[in-house]
């Protein structure tokens, strides 16, 4: 069962363009939303939350269609992001007032246990809050509903590395069940690699894979070897190259072919899902 179903999700705007893109989100499963700045993830996250409208297309949420059941859609959900949504003359504990009677699920236990947890004060205001702090509360706010799906937008972003491991630690924690599920959508792709179970790649608008996270980074791999190894041929089984005076470094979507034509004149090496972002965005060559 999907807890997200994308269907030729379209959305035009002058200079860009989310273009045609059907993806399923895996109940019970971190599935991490990757690509590089302006590649169309935060515009799919706002369609799926409901912020934006699609041009065309079709968004289905826990089973339900958007928009026309968003209301019942948005009890089931918890939002997290770098973008701070509250009123920043309350207070934590005045903004909870206004947000908890939108919930019928809300558990006011269980939010004072996260305020706690994250070290926060119902007293301060949310102008006074850092970035991670202001995070931490969207957090709070997102868990303490019994939300079946949690959407975050760049929720590491301005975190401490303490406070990060813990977070990385309570999503994991919180899919246990396999009821629960998370889509994830960050520039920090060592989290990913940490926790998630899927990868969707999103770049220039358009969808270029959703697979599990290891056969991603099974299927592609890193090259490494000296100069005369390119040719007008060998250029082309290539994603991306980067070239310096001693050599280059390409990223490949098939390791057994590379591996095949290279044999023991390259190193091969697996790749992170940096260097798919990194090569896969700058394509042909990158001259160090």
Known sequence: MNAIELRNLTKGYPLFKVD?????????????????????????????????????????????????????????????????????????????????????????????????????????????????????????????????????????????????RELLDLLSDLIQDETRSIIFSTHITTDLERIADYIAFVNQGKLVFNETKDDVLERYTIVKGDMELLDGDTRNQFIGIRETDVGFEALADNREEAARLFGSFALLQRPTLEDLIYFTAKGGRKHA
């Open 20 to 164: 045609n893109v059907s993806l399923d989100v895996k109940q019970g499963y971190i599935t991490g939303l990757i690509g590089p700045n302006g590649a169309g993830k935060s515009t799919l996250i706002k369609m799926i939350i409901g912020l934006i409208h699609p041009d065309s297309g079709t968004i289905r949420t826990l089973g339900h269609e958007m928009p026309t059941q968003e209301v019942n859609i948005k009890q089931r959900i918890g939002v997290v992001s770098d973008e701070c949504f509250y009123y920043e003359h309350l207070t934590i504990r005045e903004m909870k007032k206004m947000i908890a009677p939108f919930y019928k699920k809300w558990d006011e236990q269980k939010f004072n246990g996260y305020l706690e947890q994250f070290e926060l004060s119902p007293k301060k205001k949310i102008a006074d809050l850092s970035k991670g702090m202001k995070i931490k509360f969207s957090l709070a706010i997102a868990l303490s509903h019994d939300a079946d799906l949690l959407i975050m937008d760049e929720p590491t972003s301005g975190l401490d590395p303490v406070f990060r």
